[in-house]
T-cell receptor, first 116, second 113 residues
Framework: AQKITQTQPGMFVQEKEAVTLDCTYD???????LFWYKQPSSGEMIFLIY??????QNATEGRYSLNFQKARKSANLVISASQLGDSAMYFC?????????????FGPGTSLSVIP | KAGVTQTPRYLIKTRGQQVTLSCSPI?????VSWYQQTPGQGLQFLFE???????NKGNFPGRFSGRQFSNSRSEMNVSTLELGDSALYLC????????????FGSGTQLSVL
C-alpha cells in the first residue's frame, strides 16, 4: 500500500507567489518523522524541512513551512515568495521510527515550475 | 565540510555484467543508506548500513548487495545486470541511525544496454 501520497504530479506557480505542495501519509506508528526534499535537474536530493510527529509547532525553514495536520495525516509544504530556482521535483518522505531504522519512504514527487 | 561523494557519476554497462558503486559519507557520519530512483518506480530504499552492519534492507533481489567499511565508506554491487537496473542510485548519510536529516550525494546514473 502506498504510504506517501502526493496527488499533484505537476504544479505551476508565478514567481513571488506562494505555493502549497500536498502530501498525505499512512502509518500506524506513533513516532515518525516527515521530510521534504527538493531534487533539481542535477539529481542531488536537497533537504528542505523536517517535522516530528510529536512536534507541536509546524516546522519552518526560511521560505519553507510545513503545514502539519496529524489527525488528517497530511504534511503539506508551503513555499512562500517563489523563486525561479525553486523549479524542481519535490518529494515528501516519512521515516517510521518504531518499525524501521533509517529507512525513509518517499512519495512519487511533485514537479514544480516557477514562471517568471 | 565535504558533502556525500558518489563515484562514478555516470556508468554504462551491458546486460549480464556487474557493477560496483561507491559512496563516501560526510566525515563523522556512520549511517549510509542507498536508494534506487527510476521514472516508473520513483525512489526505493535498497539498504542501510551502520558501523559496517546492514541494519535494514529493501525489497530487492539478491543481485543487489552492499557493504560498509570501517571508515564508513560504502559500496553497493549489482551482479548480472538487467535492463531494468538502469536508474539513478543515490546514497545518503547521517550521523546516527534514525537521524532527522539524510544528506544525499549527487548519485550515480547507471545505464544498462
Amino acid at each position: 500500500a502506498q504510504k506517501i501520497t502526493q496527488t499533484q504530479p505537476g504544479m505551476f506557480v508565478q514567481e513571488k507567489e506562494a505555493v502549497t505542495l500536498d502530501c498525505t501519509y499512512d502509518t500506524s506508528d506513533q513516532s515518525y518523522g516527515l521530510f521534504w526534499y527538493k531534487q533539481p535537474s542535477s539529481g542531488e536530493m536537497i533537504f528542505l524541512i523536517y517535522q516530528g510527529s510529536y512536534d507541536e509547532q509546524n516546522a519552518t525553514e526560511g521560505r519553507y513551512s510545513l503545514n502539519f495536520q496529524k489527525a488528517r495525516k497530511s504534511a503539506n509544504l508551503v513555499i512562500s515568495a517563489s523563486q525561479l530556482g525553486d523549479s524542481a521535483m519535490y518529494f515528501c518522505a516519512m521515516r517510521e521510527a518504531e518499525t524501521s531504522y533509517d529507512k525513509v519512504i518517499f512519495g512519487p514527487g511533485t514537479s514544480l515550475s516557477v514562471i517568471p | 565540510k565535504a558533502g556525500v561523494t558518489q563515484t562514478p557519476r555516470y556508468l554504462i554497462k551491458t546486460r549480464g555484467q556487474q557493477v560496483t558503486l561507491s559512496c563516501s559519507p560526510i566525515s563523522g557520519h556512520r549511517s549510509v543508506s542507498w536508494y534506487q530512483q527510476t521514472p516508473g518506480q520513483g525512489l526505493q530504499f535498497l539498504f542501510e548500513y551502520f558501523s559496517e552492519t546492514q541494519r535494514n534492507k529493501g525489497n530487492f533481489p539478491g543481485r543487489f548487495s552492499g557493504r560498509q567499511f570501517s571508515n564508513s565508506r560504502s559500496e553497493m554491487n549489482v551482479s548480472t545486470l538487467e535492463l531494468g537496473d538502469s536508474a539513478l542510485y543515490l546514497c545518503a548519510s547521517s550521523p546516527v541511525v534514525g537521524n532527522e536529516k539524510l544528506f544525499f550525494g549527487s548519485g550515480t546514473q547507471l545505464s544498462v544496454l
